[in-house]
């Protein structure tokens, strides 16, 4: 019988030994002698680790102070040389009294298992400093749009929380946006690609195209995806001067047909006025082609404006006296549409240095906005565009408010970017694009106030005196000129 378990004590397929309370090894089975070569009465921790101390945190100190099993993990050395991972049990040998006298240690090879954690971890590490580190913005999704991860450049643009809906991140909005890629790869489990044009958390606007790949779970299931997005601004930007070009003509080439077909009218009452001596008829089409001549001119000076950076044309400027010309060429757009037109002055008016055909451009086109906006809405009986001017001690502030249709928060983000239109083929997109950078040009601002349905707000700031870009303390008051003060 004692034969029959020697022979179980050496078959066994891990390294068996067994230790008295000085740790000696007093027994080993075959494989433990053939890895780590004879005992002779050493200490475990000289043949396993040879060390000349015990180990600090020992096992088999363990069980014999409390009489327990135990179970560590332990990094030992063969005869060869070669380290080896394994995981130690131990389990006390009593006597007949019931004291300890022996413990077995059983130690099972894991270096296997131990290597492919270390793969597995480093390739973990490797693939979370990927999807961190990748310069595109990256989250991953679940099936009700609730972002459940999201890279390093994703949170920073974004501002991103774990369990909001990617449309209220992206877009601001509260529902879903259509169509949605993310869905459409839940949907049909396939790679999607999409351009949008989303919000950053610092209120940027940012053309990204969007990519969509299914995550399979173990079983092959589809319970997310992920959604790579790269921004592509540059490119639409360049994109957008490319093309600008063949935009604006195909836009304006009708009404400049039509300016010069009044031109040709007005030259002709000119010539005939002259050959007949008719003064008053000569008077009538010299006013029709200055009347055209300026509304050319305008139109240009909008493309200039969009086409390339210009310095405004500064003069002394009268506050109402820019509201009275563009409250006179749009009365008869408003009279047209059946809009009540009014302007009002807030303070004494006053005087300032702008460039008066860039500022009743930037006011027209404003204007113009609101009463499209009336036009477009359908729910009210009346409609009604104010144009209002307050003159401030360091700048005049030009308020044009409707009771249109409104905007939304998605729509009002956009309203300044280049080619936008909410219109759809009836807008351009150059109107409040150049409005902005008209108001830009003279260092003021717009700003924009809109509810859906309630209507929009202009607030244009323009300040009163320019930057200087010389100055001359010789000058004939013996002070430098004044700069820009907002």
């Given at each position: 019988?004692?034969?029959?378990?020697?022979?179980?004590?050496?078959?066994?397929?891990?390294?068996?030994?067994?230790?008295?309370?000085?740790?000696?090894?007093?027994?080993?089975?075959?494989?433990?002698?053939?890895?780590?070569?004879?005992?002779?009465?050493?200490?475990?921790?000289?043949?396993?680790?040879?060390?000349?101390?015990?180990?600090?945190?020992c096992p088999v100190v363990r069980t014999f102070r409390d009489g327990n099993p135990h179970r560590s993990e332990q990094?030992?050395?063969?005869?060869?040389?070669?380290?080896?991972?394994?995981?130690?049990?131990?389990?006390?040998?009593?006597?007949?009294?019931?004291?300890?006298?022996?413990?077995?240690?059983?130690?099972?090879?894991?270096?296997?298992?131990?290597?492919?954690?270390?793969?597995?971890?480093?390739?973990?590490?490797?693939?979370?400093?990927?999807?961190?580190?990748?310069?595109?913005?990256?989250?991953?999704?679940?099936?009700?749009?609730?972002?459940?991860?999201?890279?390093?450049?994703?949170?920073?643009?974004?501002?991103?929380?774990?369990?909001?809906?990617?449309?209220?991140?992206?877009?601001?909005?509260?529902?879903?946006?259509?169509?949605?890629?993310?869905?459409?790869?839940?949907?049909?489990?396939?790679?999607?690609?999409?351009?949008?044009?989303?919000?950053?958390?610092?209120?940027?606007?940012?053309?990204?195209?969007?990519?969509?790949?299914?995550?399979?779970?173990?079983?092959?299931?589809?319970?997310?995806?992920?959604?790579?997005?790269?921004?592509?601004?540059?490119?639409?930007?360049?994109?957008?001067?490319?093309?600008?070009?063949?935009?604006?003509?195909?836009?304006?080439?009708?009404?400049?047909?039509?300016?010069?077909?009044?031109?040709?009218?007005?030259?002709?009452?000119?010539?005939?006025?002259?050959?007949?001596?008719?003064?008053?008829?000569?008077?009538?089409?010299?006013?029709?082609?200055?009347?055209?001549?300026?509304?050319?001119?305008s139109t240009v000076l909008d493309i200039l404006y969009y086409a390339k950076d210009r310095d405004p044309d500064w003069?002394?400027?009268?506050?109402?006296?820019?509201?009275?010309?563009?409250?006179?060429?749009?009365?008869?757009?408003?009279?047209?549409?059946?809009?009540?037109?009014?302007?009002?002055?807030?303070?004494?008016?006053?005087?300032?240095?702008?460039?008066?055909?860039?500022?009743?451009?930037?006011?027209?086109?404003?204007?113009?906005?609101?009463?499209?906006?009336?036009?477009?809405?359908?729910?009210?009986?009346?409609?009604?565009?104010?144009?209002?001017?307050?003159?401030?001690?360091?700048?005049?502030?030009?308020?044009?408010?409707?009771?249109?249709?409104?905007?939304?928060?998605?729509?009002?983000?956009?309203?300044?970017?280049?080619?936008?239109?909410?219109?759809?083929?009836?807008?351009?997109?150059?109107?409040?694009?150049?409005?902005?950078?008209?108001?830009?040009?003279?260092?003021?601002?717009?700003?924009?106030?809109?509810?859906?349905?309630?209507?929009?707000?202009?607030?244009?700031?323009?300040?009163?005196?320019?930057?200087?870009?010389?100055?001359?303390?010789?000058?004939?008051?013996?002070?430098?000129?004044?700069?820009?003060?907002?």
């Open positions: 019988m004692e034969s029959t378990h020697k022979t179980y004590f050496d078959s066994m397929p891990c390294f068996v030994s067994v230790q008295d309370r000085d740790l000696r090894i007093v027994d080993a089975n075959k494989r433990f002698h053939d890895e780590f070569g004879d005992v002779d009465g050493r200490f475990c921790y000289q043949v396993y680790k040879q060390r000349p101390e015990q180990c600090e945190d990094l030992v050395r063969t005869l060869d040389g070669r380290e080896v991972s394994v995981i130690v049990y131990t389990t006390p040998i009593r006597d007949d009294n019931g004291d300890i006298t022996r413990v077995m240690e059983m130690s099972t090879d894991i270096t296997e298992i131990k290597q492919l954690q270390h793969q597995l971890r480093d390739s973990q590490e490797r693939y979370r400093m990927l999807f961190e580190e990748v310069p595109c913005f990256i989250s991953i999704q679940d099936r009700d749009l609730r972002i459940v991860e999201a890279n390093r450049l994703h949170r920073e643009a974004f501002g991103t929380y774990y369990g909001c809906q990617c449309y209220k991140v992206y877009k601001h909005r509260e529902k879903e946006c259509s169509p949605c890629v993310v869905r459409s790869t839940f949907e049909d489990q396939a790679v999607h690609h999409h351009e949008e044009v989303v919000t950053k958390r610092d209120g940027d606007r940012m053309n990204v195209m969007v990519t969509t790949a299914p995550v399979r779970d173990a079983d092959g299931n589809v319970n997310s995806v992920i959604e790579m997005s790269t921004d592509i601004t540059q490119i639409r930007q360049l994109q957008s001067k490319l093309s600008s070009v063949g935009m604006i003509i195909s836009t304006i080439s009708h009404d400049l047909k039509g300016l010069l077909n009044g031109m040709d009218g007005g030259i002709y009452l000119v010539n005939t006025g002259l050959k007949k001596d008719d003064q008053e008829r000569t008077a009538q089409g010299w006013e029709m082609v200055l009347r055209n001549v300026d509304r050319i001119r003069e002394e400027t009268r506050t109402r006296a820019i509201v009275d010309e563009v409250f006179d060429l749009m009365q008869s757009k408003a009279v047209d549409h059946n809009i009540e037109f009014t302007r009002e002055y807030v303070t004494a008016d006053g005087h300032f240095e702008a460039d008066a055909r860039a500022l009743r451009s930037m006011l027209v086109n404003l204007v113009d906005n609101s009463f499209d906006a009336c036009r477009l809405d359908r729910k009210k009986e009346s409609h009604n565009v104010s144009i209002t001017a307050t003159g401030k001690p360091d700048a005049v502030e030009f308020r044009i408010a409707d009771n249109g249709i409104g905007m939304t928060r998605d729509v009002r983000e956009k309203a300044f970017t280049l080619f936008f239109s909410s219109k759809g083929s009836g807008g351009t997109g150059l109107g409040l694009f150049i409005a902005n950078k008209i108001a830009q040009s003279h260092g003021g601002s717009i700003t924009l106030e809109s509810e859906p349905d309630v209507g929009t707000t202009f607030v244009v700031m323009i300040p009163r005196k320019r930057l200087a870009v010389t100055t001359d303390p010789a000058g004939e008051d013996g002070a430098p000129e004044a700069g820009l003060n907002l």
